[in-house]
């Protein structure tokens, strides 16, 4: 059976967030779209699945860059503005920080914060309130500046802010602060969330995290992530885009420098002006372009010479009481011995024990997540994938069960409550899951890792010089936005802008 028709616009390598927002997008513009997507649904990591009954939510903790109703921040808009709507729960709290010496629970609202921080760490209020509006200052700037490119001279003059601090670390900028080590600590946690220890961390994106989380807070969909994921497929479809799940894109064919359609397992050769692909960019120039002689060696060079960033282990619990029955207060906690971040990066190359534990309760935002009577736990930490490739695959079993056991008996500790009793359904997602289920290189879910030698900044310079294909874009958390669900939007519109510019760009020549 034939389902392709003979020519499109634009094929779309992957049906998740990053994939479906681009192909909305495009579609939204009248050009024709297909969207090839491996799985037999779409959404990759946004996903959710069933155990025992019950649906379980399989990754997101909390989205960012969603907003309010009537005062959207950039994702939550462009849901709205393509008619996908969805229904947002907002997160109760920023998280519960539980950290040597403190036990605080802190909540969204850059001065609330400030005052919970002063709270804990008396004294500390203004210096608190003044980081936080400097890292708001921060991500206003970057979020102008990614629309609206400008000189420098004038960056300079509009932007004082972004480019003084754009050479600098969080360590240094935090340094400037002269913060108590425990105030420090409780404006750290997060740090996970963008993967790399506050001496290699550009403050640029430590001001976009704190800003975004802290100055507006989380969401999450109530039927799971996976209602983004069916509903920006519905809308594509509604919008005209042809979504075909169970084929695997196997090669990107380039023909005089041009990508010009794509080849799936099943033989089908299908051809489009232009192609925007999920997969990393590590696997499409070693293994996906054909000709192999069309990738050029700065390509190869590029991919060899990006860190990649995280993964993800995560054990998630179904337990058979309400959480305060077992003690579970709050939506989420982050637990380290150490707030060391540099220290705790280190530690993510190896294989166990995991000394820093971030854990979600969805029924505080979410009641209705599980069934009455019991509630959802999970318990995450982010090891980097070096470790894990060296696990081989007759240890595989044994690794994944004592690095949960060892996190399901912390948090037991923790809440001096054996969580192993109380287990109605238990899942063990492992990097391998992650590398397998999304076809995500070595399982990293965050792309290239944000560091002061290969700097946001600068990549945003060198992306036209890292176009090293024409007609083939990327989206994806190894794109300019980085990691999580609501940049994998970004990078997904991001990926359908520069299809747009370059078709315009043609058009007029
Ligand atoms: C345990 C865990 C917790 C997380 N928690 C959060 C969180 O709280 N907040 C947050 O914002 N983010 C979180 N993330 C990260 C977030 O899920 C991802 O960054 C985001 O979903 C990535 O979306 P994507 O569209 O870029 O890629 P993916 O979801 O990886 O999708 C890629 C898609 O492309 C398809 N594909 C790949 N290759 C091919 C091919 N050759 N042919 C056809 N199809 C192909 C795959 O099947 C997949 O559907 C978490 C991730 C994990 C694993």
Not at 184 to 197: E, F, H, T
Not at 237 to 253: D, H, P, S, T
Not at 450 to 457: L, N, S, Y
Request: proline content about 4%.
């Amino acid at each position: 059976m034939k389902f392709y028709r003979d020519h499109y616009d634009v094929i779309v390598v992957g049906g998740a967030l990053a994939g479906l927002s681009a192909a909305l997008m495009l579609a939204d513009k009248g050009l024709d779209v297909l969207v090839l997507e491996r799985h037999n649904l779409p959404g990759g990591i946004a996903t959710s699945f069933v155990r025992g009954g019950i649906e379980i939510e399989a990754a997101l903790h909390e989205m960012m860059s969603i907003g309010e109703k009537n005062d959207r921040l950039k994702v939550g808009k462009f849901f709205d503005d393509m008619g996908v709507d969805i229904d947002w729960l907002k997160v109760p709290e920023a998280y519960h920080a539980s950290l040597p010496g403190l036990e605080v629970t802190l909540h969204p609202g850059l001065e609330t914060f400030a005052k919970e921080v002063d709270a804990a760490v008396p004294g500390t209020y203004d210096r608190v309130l003044r980081l936080l509006n400097l890292c708001h200052t921060v991500f206003d700037s970057v979020n102008e500046l990614s629309v609206h490119p400008m000189s420098k001279p004038m960056m300079l003059l509009k932007h004082e802010a972004f480019v003084k601090t754009a050479g600098y670390s969080t360590r240094e900028v935090l340094d400037t602060f002269d913060l108590p080590q425990k105030a420090l600590d409780l404006l750290a946690p997060y740090w996970i969330y963008v993967g790399s220890g506050f001496s290699d961390l550009p403050f640029t994106i430590f001001a976009v995290l704190m800003a975004d989380y802290i100055g507006y807070g989380s969401y999450i969909p109530r039927k799971f992530s996976h209602e983004m994921s069916l509903k920006l497929a519905e809308r594509a479809e509604a919008m005209g885009v042809q979504i075909e799940y169970r084929q695997n894109v196997e090669k990107i064919l380039v023909k005089d420098g041009k990508a010009c359609g794509v080849r799936t397992a099943r033989g089908d050769e299908i051809r489009a002006d232009y192609v925007i692909c999920s997969a990393y960019p590590n696997k499409v120039y070693t293994s996906m372009i054909e000709p192999a002689d069309a990738v050029p060696k700065d390509a190869i060079k590029m991919v060899n010479g990006r860190r990649l960033s995280l993964t993800a282990f995560s054990v998630i619990l179904i337990l058979d009481r309400p959480a305060e029955e077992l003690n579970i207060h709050d939506y989420s906690v982050f637990r380290g011995d150490t707030m060391d971040t540099d220290a705790l990066y280190r530690d993510l190359a190896g294989l166990g024990p995991y000394r820093y534990l971030t854990c979600i309760c969805h029924n505080y935002a979410n009641p209705g997540a599980t069934p009455p009577g019991t509630c959802s736990f999970s318990i995450t930490t982010l090891p980097r994938v070096d470790g894990w490739k060296t696990v081989k695959a007759e240890d595989y079993d044994a690794v994944k069960h004592r690095v949960a056991k060892q996190m399901i008996d912390d948090m037991s500790a923790y809440y001096g409550v054996n969580l192993l009793d109380h287990v109605l359904e238990i899942v063990i997602e492992t990097p391998m899951t992650v590398a397998r289920y999304t076809g995500a290189w070595n399982g990293c879910i965050y792309g290239y890792a944000h560091t002061m030698q290969d700097h946001i900044v600068a990549r945003l310079q060198t992306a036209e010089a890292e176009h090293f294909i024409d007609h083939l874009e990327f989206s994806g958390a190894h794109q300019i936005s980085g990691d999580g669900m609501g940049p994998a939007v970004t990078n997904g519109r991001k990926a359908a802008k520069n299809v747009l510019d370059a078709m315009a760009k043609e058009a007029a020549r």
